[in-house]
């Protein structure tokens, strides 16, 4: 049982590439030992404890350890199994006179898995009841409980279906079949009642050393980090690292006074967790709102790789066998050398790392220098190919510093696009605790309104708030206290310093909003044709109507909401108060009592483009513009003539198509008529009418190039007279209005 659990061995790693150690720049000039002079043994090792804590937003923690080491000094560093993969993946070790960290060490155990393996019994992890007796199979067991106690050897376990008296039928019986010591198989079922003990001790040791893997992966490992640093005299040695923590979470309290003044209190927590396994005492905490790209690399866990299995060589065994006799007669050398030719070795194959060959196949070695370092080696991954990968790790950052927000208390840092609240008091939580630390105590300026919106129907008291303060307010719920009475509460998301904003958190119900008469009017103000372009703009105006009522007994101030209309620009006499990116935000004033009303018009211009050119019929489009003034009938006069003569040609040519078309139906008629008479009277008038039908196909076709030629030239004239259009022209025509009642 101690071969397995022995693997809890110090793991002591010498400062290679495998494990990055940070060292000040002061360690490549720190001093050897004098001749002579041999360096003082490590002394007990002893803890460094946690001296700040920052905590993330995406749930990861940067931790750093700090504490005073004298000479060679052993060290240690408390963390739980969970945090193991993300310390192996960011450890930054600091001595701060020179000292160097010449190992690190850790507690570590194999995972349970190949742990099971050791066993000859071959259960895994959460067995199943077959299983568990299948590992048993001819071993030597006492069965009781199913009547008389009896011995023998364990034969096999097997699932029956059992009809009870009802007829319910079920399948989760299980009976064993043992051999007993007298010969005779017994069947005994599987209850609660049946005792089955092994008899055999080696077995029964198997199977303690297999509760005793299991109950240890269940318990929760913490971990001991100890790190052996060597120096001269009395300094100080910073370790640090990132883990995975519960996300922090931000909470507000907003609290008027009993005499309005204009101004909130405004309280701001942050709730943290301690679950990483040891104590903050007196810690620097500081709380970013922020998230960093942070992932977890098993890198504590052992990876095995698959190993190709090669067959044993053996020597091929030959048979005996018959040849056939040559025939007498001479063999050209040059055909006999052919047939013996032995075939050259393959062209060998190079591999390289980073352009510089790595080894040959088929060819001798590389020469040593072609590697340029282990590193490059490393990188070859299975198959030839070369691997890479990255990874990061937060420590503390340099931090640009602002002013705080009430001196003393918290202060704000502002780095790439995060921010952080720091704590310039000690903070202490326990581990497995959790706290309250204040971030926010300030007056700031609060202005009290009712809210409405489309999206939300029902008025909603809400607040302005202006964040006057040099912080950034992270997202969070808020509670809202008047007249020392809870009011309501709500969300709110990151405010900036500078911002204002709506903060909604009950319902008014002594706000009524209604959204009357909703109007559209859509005006052609601008014609133009440029390069074959008719382009019309039409001007659409949007008027809408909010009617306020206020039965509360003092005066409300309301904020309407008035959704934006895409491509729509403001045209109101009213200016909004606030504008976002999808709503005007009006603030209206309502006495006690009384209603008031609001008013939004909103324009948007239009542009309906129209290609013109003889390929399209343009005539409708050109006569319905040119009625909208006398300039442009004018102006357009000699395109719609065009048009019109165009038009009358094509139609005179589909004419001429159909008569033609008709003849040689006729025609084709009367010649079949002709071969069914032959030589009759009647043939004769057949051949009359045949011979008028080929005149008049004759006629008609060249009437159809008449035709084709004249269409040719009217479109000639016609494309010249659209490349010479060119005009543009204000208008002032109401095309169409519209009217509805909004709900």
Do not use: C
């Not at 542009?607 to 319905?624: K, P």
């Amino acid at each position: 049982m101690r071969l397995f659990h022995v693997a809890a061995v110090l793991f002591a790693l010498s400062v290679s590439p495998l494990v990055v150690l940070a060292q000040s720049p002061g360690a490549a000039n720190a001093k050897a030992p004098a001749p002579g002079v041999t360096a003082s043994a490590p002394r007990e090792a002893i803890d460094l404890p946690v001296r700040k804590v920052v905590l993330y937003k995406n749930g990861v923690g940067y931790f750093e350890h700090a504490g005073t080491v004298n000479g060679n000094q052993r060290v240690t560093v408390d963390f739980t199994s969970a945090q193991l993969n993300d310390v192996l993946q960011s450890l930054t070790a600091l001595d701060s006179k020179g000292g160097t960290i010449s190992s690190v060490g850790y507690n570590s155990t194999a995972p349970i898995q190949q742990q099971l393996e050791s066993l000859s019994l071959g259960l895994k992890d959460e067995p199943e009841t077959e299983a568990i007796y299948a590992a048993l199979r001819g071993q030597k067991v006492e069965v009781a409980g199913a009547g008389a106690a009896f011995t023998g050897r364990l034969v096999n376990i097997e699932s029956r279906t059992v009809t009870d008296k009802n007829g319910n039928v079920s399948d989760d019986h299980y009976y064993l079949i043992v051999a007993s010591d007298s010969g005779a198989l017994r069947t005994a079922e599987i209850t609660d009642a049946l005792s089955v003990r092994m008899l055999d001790p080696a077995l029964q040791k198997q199977f303690a050393s297999y509760l005793e893997i299991i109950g240890s992966a269940q318990n929760e490992q913490g971990r001991h980090l100890t790190l052996e640093d060597r120096g001269q005299g009395e300094r100080q040695l910073q370790v640090s690292y990132i883990s995975q923590v519960p996300v922090w979470k931000s909470t507000y309290r907003i609290v008027f006074p009993r005499q309005a003044n204009g101004n909130a209190t405004v309280q701001g927590w942050a709730v943290v967790d301690n679950t990483v396994g040891v104590d903050w005492d007196n810690v620097q905490l500081s709380l970013v709102a922020g998230a960093p790209q942070s992932f977890i690399q098993p890198l504590s866990e052992p990876i095995y790789t698959e190993r190709p299995t090669i067959p044993i060589a053996t020597v091929e065994q030959s048979a005996p066998v018959t040849h056939e006799a040559a025939e007498q007669k001479q063999f050209d050398r040059v055909q006999m050398s052919a047939r013996l030719s032995v075939p050259s070795p393959p062209a060998a194959q190079s591999f390289t790392v980073n352009g510089a060959p790595l080894y040959e196949r088929g060819g001798a070695l590389a020469a040593p220098g072609s590697i340029r370092n282990g590193a490059d080696a490393m990188r070859v991954g299975s198959g030839g190919g070369l691997g890479s990968g990255s990874g990061t790790g937060y420590g503390g950052g340099v931090y640009r510093a602002s002013d705080a927000m009430q001196q003393g208390d918290v202060s704000t840092n502002a780095f790439d696009d995060f921010f952080e609240y720091a704590l310039t008091q000690p903070v202490t939580v326990h581990k497995n605790q959790s706290a309250m630390v204040p971030i926010l105590q300030q007056d700031l300026p609060v202005n009290h309104v009712t809210l409405w919106s489309d999206s939300h129907p029902a008025p909603l008291r809400a607040i302005w708030l202006e964040n006057s303060s040099k912080l950034t307010l992270d997202s969070g719920s808020f509670s809202i206290f008047e007249n020392g009475e809870f009011a309501g509460e709500g969300l709110l998301d990151p405010i900036h310093p500078g911002e204002k904003r709506l903060l909604s958190y009950a319902v008014d119900q002594a706000v009524k909003v209604r959204r009357g008469d909703f109007s559209q009017t859509h005006t052609l103000h601008h014609v133009a044709i440029h390069e074959g372009v008719l382009v019309e703009t039409t001007s659409e105006v949007t008027d809408t109507t909010y009617t306020i009522t206020n039965a509360a007994d003092a005066m409300r101030v309301v904020v309407v909401e008035h959704t934006r209309r895409p491509r729509a620009e403001l045209d109101s006499e009213v200016k909004p108060a606030e504008t976002t990116a999808t709503a005007y935000r009006f603030r209206v004033g309502v006495e006690p009592h009384q209603s008031a009303d609001l008013k939004v018009r909103e324009r948007a211009n239009i542009f309906d483009r129209v290609q013109i050119g003889t390929q399209f019929s343009n005539g409708q489009i050109l006569v319905a513009v040119g009625k909208y003034s006398p300039e442009l009938a004018a102006a357009l006069k000699p395109a719609i003539d065009g048009e019109t003569a165009l038009s009358d040609l094509n139609n005179k040519l589909e004419e001429n198509e159909d008569k033609q078309k008709t003849l040689a139906d006729d025609e084709s008629r009367y010649r079949e008529n002709l071969k069914a008479l032959k030589d009759s009277a009647t043939a004769k008038r057949f051949v009359d009418e045949l011979n008028q039908a080929e005149d008049q196909i004759e006629a008609a076709r060249k009437e159809q190039t008449d035709l084709e030629q004249q269409r040719d030239q009217a479109r000639e004239k016609l494309d010249g007279i659209l490349s010479r259009l060119s005009f543009d022209t204000d208008l002032d025509v109401v095309t169409s209005s519209s009217k509805s009642t909004a709900p």
